[in-house]
């Protein structure tokens, strides 16, 4: 019977409620041992059962805490196995990253090594995207027992969670004791951040609901038998029940367990004992061994121990009935009784499970340990440590291999303990812990030939972790100190493996001869190993990518092939990734990107199947296919926010906004727009794309020059400082813009871009080929501006769009001076922008020079445009938000281009040439 509990259940049928109507979640139920989680747990499994909604059930233990995703394990697998089989599509978002999670899955889940690619929140997207399947169509409510013992890696997906599984039909019930652990403040987060339904906590009954459930366990209980049990319970129901079933009322717990063991033959107190030591849940079969009693005998004690209410049967197992139990029955076990007890349940163990799986090498490392043998204990847990790493399970590898170095400190192991430990905090991306786990290591390494290998190797792993933390001068500390390690072990692999991570640091510091020398050097000394080969291809590969992408195509095939051979799944990613790159800035393909983007969702790299699908959307959108660009932006954004990835969640955000430029959708691009200027810090590049990429292409678009040029030199000022940025169109479109408007800046702008790494795209060359035509035709180099077209035209054949779009931005300049074909260009342009409803660029045309003012700036024609309206300086500084000197400078400069002798001659040259800025 359930007491007291009125309130609480309520919050659990309304959250049962919701997750029916596809509103699920997670319901956290915290509260002292013996509060009654369970009871509620079961209550409303019962609930749910009656509305034929499944449920599935897992715990975690004591014994089982270093064992990586346990709980989730035992409530998924039966749920998969028994459940429809996802489709292909359904199933490749979830099966490389669930591979930790469901190692048994009969081919339902595949395994994949992707280091710290599968980290947690990779983890919770896929788990949700699983259970929410699974949950379909009746529900599901999965249960999460006894997470105060839960390993830290189920604790971070859970956390996550807790944020990304709203909606669907699962409802997730976690129960944690109150105050123990970090459930605990795991619990209390949720409450904090969802409100007072994410966490429903138990206290302790009331004097009348502790007497309602005591008659009702006992009609006859007397009032003094009452009283006692209400005193001693102190409000906690299991204690209700324990305390009745108690000879005399006990005035504690631990009493009424002493009280009834006193009670128990010595042979049934013998097997209880031993059963204590195995933990709560205990495999019975290896007591008679562990007690040297007969199996009729163990049979027997086991029996009277259930029917004192101190056992229950669960299935085929026993357990104790609860965890309170097995606590004071190990609390009055002394050290003199229990560490034979411990020594003898090992070996039981160990000759019945001699491989000790999981779980049976945790139970046996806590047997060593109580059994006071240390260093078995810690070689165990080593064991451990190193299994969860393979399973990338890396929070818990890092705990578990801590707990196992501290007992091995003083002993041959503890040196690879500690070697496991650097590795596992390094594939976690924890720098500074890695930097100080490898420190204390230093320390304990002495001068014989083994520990320098292991030195060299930590060493390495230290530098490699600090080159991708982009942390140069460290990593460069710790490269010198490999040095000596390296000369004496004698493995050349060391020292290619050192020269590929010092061409990184060369790279980074932009010393590519130095660079492309050390990687070289790499691959010709016929040591490196894979990995090592992989990096350095890579290396030479994006040395040679802003200058010769055919050189960079052959390093990354390269790499992809060693990848390959080799079976590296990471690497041979990485290459695709770049090869993919290499085709989008050729020819705006997305074949290989596409490819790379199957294989990372393969292994589970969902943070790089986001990027991915950035850069597919930015090569659609250069082939002006806006409506797939727009999916895979969407994509992208679905997964930042799933993963919490800010800086994918950002251009996610740009890319929105520039399709809905590119589709002319003015009040549509400013939403996105100002979601990107509220979701975080926006990066220099991004706020840049925002003016010149979105705004400036989209008044280009429409043909409004005059905003088009003050959006795009805003934008480009805020590009200018940065050394390296991406080669957006709209970086070659800025100068061929400003040569096609006589801006006085446009040689220079040209020879900025033509300086920089905007020609790596082979639209850009095209576009700045153009831009120079102009040029040259402005200053009478007819024969350069006609060769110089040739070459722009081979550059821009994968890009018609762009192609029509230089040809019709120079169209004015071309026919004015006497080059190129400028009526088929119009022709074609206009057909081209007229089918992509540009209608204001298909109109237009080409933006013409002001007859009044030739090489007058953009900024000086819009004066001129307003002086010929009537407008004082005054009023012109006010509309254009200038002050008046700034626009007397305007017209000084437009009197001295213009040849006018006085501001009315100006004005009338003016009212006889187009409107100027927006013709």
């Known amino acids: 019977m359930v007491c007291g509990r009125d309130a609480e259940l309520e919050v659990l049928r309304g959250a049962l409620d919701e997750a029916s109507a596809g509103r699920g979640g997670l319901v956290w139920l915290v509260g002292r041992p013996g509060i009654g989680k369970t009871r509620l747990a079961r209550e409303l499994a019962g609930l749910a059962d009656g509305r034929h909604v499944p449920v599935t059930v897992g715990r975690a233990a ?125 619990a209390r987060r949720c409450h904090d951040r969802r409100g007072v339904d994410a966490t429903v906590a138990l206290d302790r009954l009331g004097d009348e609901d502790v007497a309602r459930m005591a008659r009702a366990c006992d009609p006859q209980v007397d009032d003094d038998r009452l009283t006692r049990v209400c005193r001693g319970a102190e409000g906690v129901p299991f204690l209700v029940e324990e305390l009745l079933a108690g000879p005399g009322v006990p005035e504690s717990f631990a009493a009424t367990v002493r009280a009834r063991t006193a009670r128990l033959a010595p042979s049934t107190r013998l097997v209880l004992n031993a059963a204590a030591v195995l933990g709560r849940r205990f495999d019975w079969e290896l007591l008679p061994r562990i007690t040297a009693l007969p199996r009729e005998t163990v049979s027997a004690s086991l029996a009277e121990g259930t029917a004192c209410g101190l056992l229950a049967v669960n299935g085929a197992a026993f357990e104790f009935r609860h965890a309170l139990t097995r606590d004071a029955l190990l609390a009055d076990l002394l050290p003199p009784a229990r560490e034979p007890l411990a020594a003898a349940a090992l070996a039981a163990l160990t000759e019945a499970h001699p491989d000790l799986g999981a779980h049976w090498r945790d139970l046996a490392a806590e047997l060593a340990s109580q059994a006071g043998d240390v260093a078995r204990a810690g070689a165990l847990l080593a064991q451990s440590g190193r299994a969860a790493l393979d399973r990338g399970a890396l929070d818990t590898a890092v705990g578990t291999l801590r707990a196992a170095r501290a007992l091995l400190v003083d002993t041959g192991q503890g040196a690879d303990t500690g070697r496991l430990l650097v590795r596992a905090l390094a594939l976690a991306g924890r720098v500074d812990e890695t930097v100080e786990a490898g420190e204390q290591l230093l320390l304990q390494l002495g001068p014989d030939r083994e520990s320098a290998a292991l030195l060299a190797e930590v060493t390495l792993t230290v530098a490699g972790a600090l080159v991708a933390a982009a942390r140069s001068g460290e990593a460069g500390r710790w490269l010198e100190l490999s040095v000596p390690a390296r000369e004496e072990a004698g493995e050349p692999a060391w020292d290619a493996r050192a020269g590929v991570l010092a061409s990184e640091l060369a790279l980074a510091a932009d010393d590519t001869v130095t660079a492309r020398q050390l990687a070289g050097a790499a691959l010709d000394s016929g040591h490196a190993a894979p990995e090592t080969a992989c990096q350095a291809h890579e290396v030479l590969g994006r040395i040679d990518r802003p200058v010769d992408l055919e050189a960079a195509r052959c390093s990354f095939q390269e790499a992809l092939t060693v990848a390959t051979v080799a079976r590296l799944p990471l690497w041979r990613l990485r290459a695709l990734h770049e090869l993919g790159t290499i085709e989008l800035y050729r020819t705006a393909g997305t074949r290989q990107l596409e490819q790379a983007h199957r294989t990372a969702v393969e292994l589970g790299a969902l943070g790089t199947a986001a990027v991915l699908d950035i850069q597919i959307c930015a090569g659609l959108q250069s082939r002006f296919e806006r409506g797939r660009a727009d999916l895979h932006a969407r994509r992208a954004l679905d997964l930042s926010e799933r993963l919490g990835l800010s800086a994918i969640h950002a251009a996610a955000l740009y890319f929105l906004a520039e399709i809905r430029a590119f589709r002319c959708e003015r009040d549509e691009m400013e939403r996105y727009l100002t979601l990107l200027a509220g979701s975080a810090p926006v990066e220099p590049e991004l706020e840049a794309g925002a003016w010149a990429g979105c705004r400036g292409m989209l008044a280009l678009f429409t043909g409004a020059w005059s905003e088009a040029v003050a959006a795009m030199d805003r934008g480009m000022a805020l590009l200018r400082p940065l050394p390296r940025a991406n080669p957006a169109e709209y970086r070659a479109i800025w100068p061929l813009l400003l040569a096609a408007l006589d801006d006085p800046r446009a040689p220079g702008a040209l020879d900025e871009a033509l300086r920089s790494d905007v020609r790596v795209g082979f639209a850009n060359r095209g576009l700045l080929g ?84 030739p090489g007058a700036t953009e900024r000086e024609r819009e004066v001129l445009d307003l002086l010929t309206t009537g407008l004082s300086n005054k009023e012109i500084a006010a509309r254009l938000r200038l002050s008046p000197r700034t626009v007397e400078k305007h017209v000084e400069g437009l009197l001295r281009k213009s040849g006018a002798r006085s501001r009315t001659q100006l004005v009338a040259r003016g009212l006889g040439g187009p409107g100027g800025g927006n013709t």
């Not at 024969?783 to 035209?793: I, K, M, P, Q, S």
């Not at 074909?821 to 007229?834: K, V």
């Not at 409803?837 to 002001?850: D, F, S, T, V």
Request: proline letters at 8%; hydrophobic letters at 50%; charged letters at 20%.
């Open 62 to 186: 004591p014994e089982g805490a270093n064992v990586p995703f346990l709980p989730l394990t035992q409530a998924l697998l039966p749920v998969l196995d028994r459940g429809p089989a996802p489709t292909v599509a359904e199933a490749e978002t979830w099966q490389a990253a669930l591979a930790a999670v469901l190692p048994d899955a009969n081919g339902k889940a595949v395994s994949a090594v992707a280091g710290g690619e599968i980290s947690a929140p990779v983890r919770a997207a896929a788990l949700t995207r699983l259970v929410r399947r699974l949950a379909e169509p009746l529900g599901l409510l999965v249960v999460l027992e006894d997470l105060h013992w839960v390993d830290p890696d189920t604790l971070a997906v859970l956390d996550l969670l807790a944020d990304t599984e709203r909606g669907g039909r699962a409802l997730w019930l976690l129960t944690a004791r109150d105050g123990e652990g970090a459930a605990a403040d795991l």
């Open 770 to 853: 153009y831009a120079e035509a102009v040029l040259c035709g402005r200053a009478g180099a007819v024969g350069r501006a006609e060769e110089l077209v040739h070459t722009a035209d081979a550059a821009l054949d994968g890009f018609p769009v762009w192609g029509d779009l230089a040809r019709l931005l120079a169209v004015d300049r071309a026919r004015s001076d006497g080059w190129g074909r400028p009526e088929e260009w119009l022709h074609a342009g206009e057909s081209t922008f007229t089918r992509l409803g540009m209608p204001g660029l298909a109109a237009h045309g080409a933006p013409p020079a002001h007859p009044a003012a």
